[in-house]
């Protein structure tokens, strides 16, 4: 039951009444009417900006008509205080009834409270991760991979029909630069080179990959083909088998590493089988066909100086009808296609599979690359596709406070799996989604260890497994209680009556909407900090129950109200659990 809802249904009839009574004219947009928490909840239970919204359009000042609806809700059921606050703002008081019926409806749901039908099974295509197959992953990978695994579950649980994608971009020069360290790599590992004479083509810029993690691949290379590629002479006979071997390697790990993270795709996308079926070709011929290319000569790039820059004729597309700044060539001088041909391909493929609605989850080195994408996706569709892309800003891996360093495999960078390692995939996922990914995000070991409140993992947990030590207690307390999620669902719950309780009852109900908002903003980060303020609330009445004997939760003289504060501690444990979920986190029961 998402309760905001509700009331946002109470208050469209009231204003449905009004509109039919000719006290508000036909033709009322309703849609921006919105019900929802106040920002200071000294003001009330639910707001409404219906007066706000609606006074113009209406003809009506906004606090005059807010006075016609409030005068009006307070006759809605459980509505037991209506007020009129600022320009016209409506702030309404809801019996308490109201929210222990939330809890009830929190017990026998289960981790399913919070799902939604609001997506109503709509496909759409979440893509993340998407790093080049050219060495192992890193902690800005490990960010995309889990700010996108963690929308895709968010979305799922919304109601949207997701699909994971990973685009392995095999295929152009970057995959042909690690072919070449490869060799180099695999020469050292036969013996006909030295690890200087290796680090020697590093510094001449003879080849770009220098970190110790080639040389398992090269092993594998020599143990499977012998020396067969150390003779040849010519680039175009072992580049192509050399960089198949390199990819095909890197996959197999960037999916054992993902795995680990406990981020999986439902499809893997090859650049490489993409202009081999020759769909970058159908791709460019399908916008000629729309009138969208044209052969031009774009201006120099702004305020830079390039000095092999010189004006040629290039086959362009016409992004600026779509929003971008300037027309995008599809061909490079040697006349290949460009990355950005290939990567209309690509969408172009998303669309041809039934997907409009499109996430893609990028580094924010990407960032000048969003529009000319999004103009390509306009271009495909008619202007009916839509296709966010969340940016994922910089991680900086600390201890103490000090940069750590680098690690010796990956030879300039720390590894996704170094993390992993160190802390735990379930620490890595909640921490890198404290922050909006747009944001810069510093992970500190010991900061992400320590057990205190600074800590929002150990902080959310923490209540979790504080919940499930008070229900084994109980279980010894109370031996024939029924302590199921579907027996405290029938407790009585009056007995909840004091103002905290309460108010954790609020934080409960909100939960389902909380999950809609966050899956309208595309934006998972809002539930850390949900979950860490449901955490805190809940920690707060331990310490109330402590410093007050008659509030704590397990009265030994008073089962009645043992039980409605088992159902409490339960439902905290529920709706924390349904959060961990979304973010891929097992809940822990027991802290060590």
């Known amino acids: 039951m998402n309760i905001f809802a509700t009331y946002k249904a109470h208050i469209d009839a009231v204003l449905g009444a009004l509109i039919s009574e000719g006290a508000l004219p036909d033709g009322l947009d309703l849609s921006r009417v919105s019900a929802e928490p106040p920002r200071d909840a000294a003001h009330g239970d639910i707001s409404t900006n219906a007066a706000m919204v609606l006074g113009k359009p209406a003809g009506k000042n906004p606090r005059e008509l807010a006075a016609l609806l409030a005068e009006r809700l ?19 008081r809801i019996a308490d009834d109201v929210w222990r019926a939330g809890l009830s409806d929190v ?12 997506g109503g099974g709509e496909p759409i295509n979440v893509e993340y991760v998407s790093a080049n197959p050219t060495g192992p992953m890193h902690v800005g990978h490990a960010r995309g991979a889990i700010v996108g695994d963690a929308l895709a579950r968010l979305l799922d649980k919304a109601g949207f029909k997701v699909t994971k994608e990973y685009y392995v971009n095999d295929a152009g020069g970057q995959v042909d630069n690690v072919a070449r360290a490869l060799r180099m790599r695999y020469l050292q590992v036969l013996g006909r080179i030295t690890e200087d004479d290796f680090q020697a083509a590093l510094a001449a810029k003879e080849i770009q990959y220098g970190g110790d993690y080639l040389v398992p691949v090269a092993e594998a290379l020599a143990k499977r083909d012998g020396d067969k590629w150390a003779d040849t002479p010519n680039d175009a006979d072992w580049i192509p088998p050399l960089r198949d071997f390199t990819v095909e390697y890197m996959m197999a790990g960037v999916k ?47 305020g830079k100086v390039l000095d092999d820059w010189e004006p040629r004729p290039q086959l362009l597309f016409k992004a600026t009808e779509f929003g971008d700044e300037v027309d995008r060539p599809l061909k490079k001088s040697d006349g290949s296609w460009t990355y950005f041909a290939g990567d209309i391909a690509y969408h172009k493929d998303k669309v041809d599979r039934g997907f409009t609605n499109l996430i893609n989850v990028w580094g924010a080195d990407h960032g000048g690359y969003v529009k000319r994408v999004k103009a390509a996706l306009k271009a495909l569709t008619a202007n009916k596709g839509s296709l966010d892309v969340q940016l994922c800003q910089m991680v900086r891996v600390l201890n103490k406070g000090e940069p750590v360093k680098m690690s010796k495999r990956a030879g300039t960078f720390v590894t996704m799996r170094d993390l992993i390692d160190e802390v735990g995939k379930d620490v890595v996922r909640f921490i890198m989604l404290t922050r909006k990914n747009d944001a810069p995000l510093d992970f500190d070991y010991a900061k992400v260890t320590e057990k205190s409140r600074e800590n929002p993992v150990f902080y959310v947990q923490y209540a979790y497994a504080r ?23 029938k407790t009585d719950l009056s007995r909840l009556t004091d103002v905290d309780e309460i108010a954790v009852l609020r934080t409960l109900a909100a939960w389902p909407r909380m999950v809609e908002a966050a899956a309208q903003a595309h934006e998972p980060h809002r539930l850390a900090f949900y979950m860490y303020d449901l955490a805190s609330q809940f920690h707060a009445l331990w310490n109330k129950g402590n410093d007050a004997a008659e509030l704590r939760f397990l009265q030994s003289e008073d089962e009645s109200v043992s039980l409605a504060r088992l159902a409490l501690v339960r439902g905290v444990g529920v709706v924390i659990a349904s959060g961990l979920a979304v973010f891929g986190v097992e809940p822990v029961e027991e802290m060590r």
């Not at 307070?74 to 309404?92: R, Y």
């Not at 017990?107 to 609001?118: E, I, K, Q, V």
């Open 256 to 302: 054992d590493d993902l795995k680990a993270l406990g981020a999986e795709h439902d499809v893997f996308s090859s650049e490489k089988a993409l202009v081999q079926d020759g769909m970058v070709d159908r791709a460019v011929q399908f916008l000629a066909d729309a009138d969208l290319t044209y052969t031009g000569v774009l201006e120099p790039p702004k």
């Open 107 to 118: 017990l026998a749901t289960g981790p399913s409270f919070g799902d939604s039908r609001m």
């Open 467 to 489: 919940g499930c030590s008070v229900l084994r207690h109980a279980a010894e307390m109370f031996p024939n209680a029924d302590l199921t999620d579907a027996g405290l669902a």
């Open 74 to 92: 307070g006759n809605v059921p459980d509505v037991t205080e209506v007020s009129v606050a600022g320009p016209g703002f409506i702030n309404m």
